[in-house]
C-alpha cells in the first residue's frame, strides 16, 4: 500500500512548516477540542437523563468518565491503525463512529445502551481522531512545532466554553435526545478535519528503493522499543503521575465554592474564568517554548509548568472566600494551559517523528489508568474528611512529585546517555534516501578524491548534527 509508506512520514523528508501544515494545524485544533471539550460538555444533560431513567448522578457520571477511557485507554490500538493503515483513514473512520455513537445514544432507552454508544462508540471515534491529527501535526512541523503544538491546545479551552453553553441550549429548546442528535451531527466535522491531513508525499525515487521503504514502515505496527529510551521511560512515569491530580481541581472548584455558599451561576463563573485564561496561555506558552534558547530546554519548561501548577493547588487550598478561589483558577489556568502546551511538545522531542505514533499511543495508555483513579480517590477523600483542603493538598503534591521525577531523571539519568549510536543510525539512513532519491547522471560523474577530500576535511560533520540538544532531551 503506497498511501501507508507515503504516511508514515519517512526520514527523507523534510517538515514544511508551513504551508498546507497550517490546515492540518486548523484541523488539529477543532480535533483537540472535540476531544477533550466533548466529555465534559455532555455533563450538561445528566440531569435529564437522571429525570428519564431514575438514575442517581453517581450512574451518568459514567459516561464522561467512559469516554475518557475510551481516548486514553484505546491509545496502542490507534498507534497500530495509523501504522497500518495511515493517518487520514484512520481519522475518516473515527469521525463516523463519533457520530453514529450519539445519533443511536439519542434513540436509547437505558442507560447501559448509552454508556455503549456515547461512551464507548463515541469515545473510540475521538481517539481514533486524536491521535491521528497529533502525528500529522509533528511531521508538518519541525522549527514551529513548540507554537503549532500550543494553537492546536488552545482548541481545548475554546470548545469547552462554546460547547457547554450550546449544550444548555439544546437541551433547553429539544430536550436530550434532540441535543444529542445534534452533537452527533456537529462530530460528523472530525471526518472534514480528517480529510485535511494530507500525507506528505516523498520525492520521487527508484521502484527498489520504494519498495524497501514499504517493508520497512510494515514490519511493525506497535514500536516498543521506544522504552529502550530512558528518556520515554521517564516521561510516561511522570505523566502518569501527573494525571492522578491534574484533573481533580477543575472537577471540584465548583463545589467548592457551592459549600462556601455562594450562587450556582456564581460558582460556575468560575470555570469560566480558568478556560477564558487558559485559551491565551496555551499559544504564549507555544511561542515560548519556540525561542531557540528555551526549547532545547523544553523539557525543564516543562517541569516548571507542573511544579507551577503543583504548587498554585497548594495556594487554592487555602482559599475561604470566592476572590480566593477566583485567584486561584486565574493561576491555574496559566499553569494548566502550560502544561497542555508542553505535555506532547515534550514527547515529540523525546522520540522523534518516526516513532511517535507508537510511544503517544503507549503513554495514553499508562495515563488512562491513573486518569481512572485519579477524581473518584479524591472524592472518596473528600467524602471521608468532608474537606476540599485535602484534595487540592493531595493534587498539588502529586503534580509537583510529577515534575520533580521528569526533572531530576532527565539531568541525572538521560544527560549522561550517548545517543550516537542511535543517531548515527539515523544519519546513515537519511544519507542513504537522499543519495537514492537525488543521483542524476551527472552526479554520478562526480570525481571521487573530491569526496575523500570532503570526508578528510569533515570527519565530525555527522557528529554535529547528532547531538541536536533537543532531541536527546
Known amino acids: 500500500m503506497g498511501a501507508v509508506v507515503a504516511d508514515d512520514g519517512p526520514s527523507g523528508i523534510k517538515a ?33 437523563l437522571i429525570r428519564e431513567f431514575g438514575i442517581g448522578y453517581s450512574d451518568t457520571a459514567w459516561i464522561s468518565s467512559i469516554l475518557l477511557a475510551m481516548l486514553y485507554g484505546t491509545g496502542p490500538l490507534c498507534s497500530v491503525c495509523v501504522n497500518r493503515f495511515g493517518c487520514r ?13 450519539m445519533v443511536i445514544a439519542s434513540f436509547c432507552t437505558s442507560i447501559v445502551q448509552i454508556y455503549l454508544t456515547a461512551g464507548v462508540i463515541t469515545g473510540l471515534g475521538l481517539a481514533l481522531n486524536f491521535q491521528p491529527s497529533l502525528i500529522m501535526l509533528n511531521r508538518y512541523f519541525d522549527k514551529r512545532r513548540p507554537l503549532a503544538n500550543g494553537l492546536s491546545a488552545a482548541g481545548s479551552p475554546v470548545f469547552l466554553c462554546a460547547l457547554s453553553p450550546l449544550g444548555q441550549i439544546l437541551q433547553h429548546e429539544y430536550g436530550w435526545r434532540g441535543g444529542f442528535l445534534i452533537l452527533g451531527g456537529m462530530l460528523l466535522n472530525c471526518c472534514v478535519c480528517g480529510a485535511l491531513m494530507r500525507p506528505l508525499e516523498p520525492p ?27 528518556g520515554f521511560v521517564i516521561y510516561t512515569l511522570a505523566a502518569s503521575i501527573m494525571v492522578l491530580g491534574l484533573f481533580v481541581p477543575p472537577v471540584f472548584v465548583v463545589s467548592y465554592a457551592k459549600d462556601l455558599g455562594y450562587q450556582d ?51 487554592g487550598s ?47 495508555l499508562a495515563e488512562a489508568m491513573a486518569v481512572l483513579i485519579g477524581p473518584p480517590s479524591a472524592g ?64 554520478a560523474k562526480v570525481d571521487s578524491i573530491e569526496v575523500e577530500q570532503f570526508l578528510k576535511d569533515e570527519p565530525e560533520k555527522n557528529g554535529e548534527v547528532v547531538t541536536n540538544p533537543e532531541t536527546s532531551v
Open 265 to 315: 451561576t456564581k460558582a460556575a463563573f468560575l470555570l469560566t474564568i480558568l478556560g477564558f485564561i487558559d485559551i491565551f496561555a496555551r499559544p504564549i506558552c507555544g511561542m515560548v517554548a519556540g525561542l531557540k534558547w528555551v526549547r532545547p530546554r523544553c523539557v525543564y519548561l516543562f517541569s516548571f509548568a507542573m511544579i507551577f501548577n503543583g504548587f498554585t493547588d497548594l495556594m
Open 16 to 48: 514544511p512548516d508551513g504551508g498546507w501544515g497550517w490546515a492540518v494545524l486548523f484541523g488539529c485544533f477543532i480535533i483537540t477540542g472535540f476531544s477533550y471539550a466533548f466529555p465534559k460538555a455532555v455533563s450538561v444533560f445528566f440531569k435529564e
Open 380 to 443: 472518596k477523600l473528600l467524602d471521608a474528611t468532608e474537606k476540599y483542603m485535602f484534595v487540592f493538598i493531595i493534587a498539588g503534591i502529586e503534580v509537583t512529585t510529577s515534575a520533580l521525577v521528569l526533572a531530576l531523571g532527565n539531568f541525572f539519568c538521560i544527560k549522561k546517555k550517548p545517543e550516537e549510536p542511535h543517531t548515527k543510525e539515523a544519519v546513515a539512513e537519511r544519507e542513504e534516501l537522499n543519495k537514492s532519491e537525488d543521483r542524476t547522471p551527472e552526479d
Open 89 to 101: 483513514p484512520v481519522m475518516l473512520v473515527g469521525g463516523l463512529f463519533a457520530s453514529m455513537g
Open 204 to 230: 520521487k525515487k527508484s521502484e527498489s528503493t520504494e519498495e524497501a521503504a514499504e517493508k520497512k514502515v510494515k514490519k511493525k505496527l506497535l514500536d516498543f522499543s521506544v522504552f529502550k529510551d530512558g
Open 318 to 364: 487555602m482559599s475561604v472566600d470566592y476572590g480566593g478561589l477566583v485567584v486561584f483558577c486565574i493561576f491555574f489556568g496559566i499553569s494548566y494551559g502550560m502544561v497542555g502546551a508542553l505535555q506532547f511538545e515534550v514527547l515529540m522531542a523525546i522520540v522523534g517523528t518516526q516513532k511517535f505514533s507508537s510511544a503517544i499511543g503507549l503513554v495514553l
